[in-house]
Each structure stands twice: as structure tokens, then as C-alpha cells.
């Protein structure tokens, strides 16, 4: 069972100056809600409702946002801005939040160890905010089939509006051991990811047992075009292989470089999950996911 998802959130942000300035990039919006609450709602989505959010310096907006705001509730109480509230009150209402502060920017490996103390000794998720992913369809609002409702989100769950957390959840639970989520990327973009080599495993479920993995290669040193994207199931023997692991790539303390250490083992799966993923890392990124969004939103 997982129960905590931890938000590695203490990155400047820096390809989106002047924007991330004052704001952490984690709030930019995606029509009218932070990114970080689109990931907070896919782990809700999971059955998690333990938050465990690694901040920095700066990043106060994403405390704010997860907390009542009296003087708004106040404001716009009986109006018909009050509705808008709604989606954020309840996340509030079934979710705990914690926060811990990374000191320094020393890589995603060391803000994952740094999560440790709000973690603890149990398997857990990693949601990175700026990867925004949506299952393959998005759910019907009105349903008229008897399917079961998710009990934490109250829509139905089908196989296509699974969540990929909830898939990689599924992945965990039978195999037991480290999961990431892979796709596919031209091969001329293999520097930005964590690139995995692996085996087939089962090929109905797309799951890999992975043999190497490398952070951000140049193409000709890619052992393949899979890319690692921002979400990750962790076994927390994982936190005494990054108290080890020197810095890597960039001179940072990589998260890749702890889950090879795993992978050796044969204890980390990577699952080719089922839906899109938007890079809000990126100017480009984020258009594409606006308008995926604002298409979606008008039907
Ligand atoms: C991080 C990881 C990388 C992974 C990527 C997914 O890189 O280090 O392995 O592929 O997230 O978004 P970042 O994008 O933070 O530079």
C-alpha cells in the first residue's frame, strides 16, 4: 500500500523568467489551477492522501494554496465565485500536507533524501509537478453506466481514465519494487531524461526489468530512446543508496545514478504508462498543455 507522495519543489524554475521570479514554477497555472494541484489530484486519484512536499526558499505560494484563505472564503461567500473554490476545499479536506525545506540545490536525488524525514521507512511515490500527465481519456463528468466510483474522487473508474499513478501503483503491487515511468522520445532528445535499457517483462503491460540506466545522455551514448518521466514508486532502501551516491551528471546528486544501484539487483520496473504527459519544464510544454486543457474543458 502507498500511502505518501512526495513533490520534489525547491527548483528555481529558471526557463521561466521573469514569471518564476516571485512565484514557484510548481503554481504556474494550466487554465485556472497550479500544476502542483494537478499532481496532488493524481496522487488523490491513487488512494494517497499523505502530501509530503519538499520546498526551498521562496516557494511560500504552495503552503498558501493547500490552506484556508479566511479572508477569501469571507469575501465571496454566498456569491457565484464561491463554486470556484470547490475542487481546492476538497483536496484540503481529504489530504494532509507536510512541508520540509531543501537547503541547497544539490540535484533530485538529494531533494528525495531530503523528503526522507516526511517519509520515513516505507514505500513511496514521487510526483514531479512540472511533468503534467492525464490518462488516456478523461473521465465523464456524467456517467450513466454503473461502473464503481473512485472512492476518493467519486468519478468512475475505467481502465482508460486510470490515472498513471494508479497504474504504476498496479505495476508496484506486483512486482514489489521500484517503479518509473517510461515513453518513448526522438532520439535527438535523450540529454534532457534519464534513459533506461531493460527486458521485457510482460509485454501486455509494457513493464521493463531495467539493466542500466543513465541520466541525460548524449544520443550516441543511449543504450535506447526510453525516456524516464516525472513519476516514480520508491522503496525506501533507496534513501541509505543516495546518502552514498556521489554527484553525477551536472555535478548533482542524481536519483537515476541511486536507481541503478537498485536496478542491478533487478529491482527496479519501468512501466511504458497510458496516457499523455505534457513537459511544463518547458515553454513549449506548457502551451501544448493550455491548449490540451482548454480543449478538453470545452467539450
Ligand atoms: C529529472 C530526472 C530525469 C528525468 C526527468 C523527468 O530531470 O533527473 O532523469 O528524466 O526529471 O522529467 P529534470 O527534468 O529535473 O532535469
Known amino acids: 500500500m502507498i500511502k505518501k507522495c512526495l513533490f520534489p519543489a525547491a527548483g528555481y524554475g529558471t ?5 518564476t521570479k516571485a512565484t514557484p514554477k510548481e503554481m504556474l497555472p494550466v487554465l485556472t489551477k497550479p500544476l502542483i494541484q ?18 526551498g526558499r521562496g516557494k511560500r505560494a504552495i503552503e498558501d494554496h ?12 454566498g456569491t457565484s465565485k464561491e463554486p470556484l473554490l470547490n475542487e481546492i476545499r476538497d483536496l484540503i479536506t481529504k489530504c494532509t500536507f507536510s512541508y520540509t525545506r531543501q537547503l541547497e540545490m544539490k540535484g533530485l536525488g538529494h531533494a528525495i533524501l531530503t523528503g526522507e524525514t516526511l517519509i520515513g521507512s516505507e514505500p513511496f511515490a514521487v510526483i514531479l509537478a512540472d511533468d503534467l500527465c492525464t490518462p488516456p481519456v478523461t473521465p465523464d463528468p456524467n456517467p450513466e453506466s454503473s461502473l464503481p466510483n473512485n472512492q476518493y474522487t467519486n468519478t468512475p473508474i475505467t481502465e482508460n481514465s486510470k490515472g498513471i499513478l494508479t497504474q504504476m501503483i498496479e505495476v508496484f503491487e506486483k512486482y514489489q519494487c521500484s517503479v518509473v515511468a517510461i515513453e518513448e522520445v526522438p532520439m535527438n532528445q535523450t540529454h534532457k531524461y534519464g534513459i533506461i535499457a531493460g527486458n521485457l517483462v510482460d509485454n501486455s503491460d509494457d513493464t521493463y526489468r531495467v539493466t542500466d540506466m543513465v541520466e541525460k545522455p548524449d544520443p550516441k551514448d543511449a543504450p535506447t530512446n526510453m525516456a524516464i518521466i516525472g513519476r516514480y514508486i520508491l522503496t525506501p532502501d533507496i534513501f541509505d543508496i543516495l546518502r552514498n551516491t556521489k554527484p553525477g551528471k551536472g555535478g548533482e546528486i542524481q536519483i537515476t545514478d541511486a536507481l541503478l544501484e537498485q536496478a542491478k539487483n533487478g529491482k527496479v520496473i519501468a512501466y511504458k504508462f497510458k496516457g499523455k504527459r505534457f513537459d511544463c519544464g518547458s515553454v513549449d510544454g506548457f502551451v501544448e498543455a493550455t491548449n490540451y486543457f482548454y480543449n478538453q474543458s470545452k467539450g
Open 15 to 19: 526557463r521561466f523568467l521573469p514569471a
Open 38 to 55: 494537478y499532481g496532488v489530484e493524481e496522487a488523490l486519484e491513487a488512494g494517497i492522501t499523505t502530501m509530503a512536499i519538499v520546498t
Open 66 to 77: 493547500f490552506d484556508i484563505s479566511y479572508e477569501l472564503e469571507h469575501q465571496i461567500k
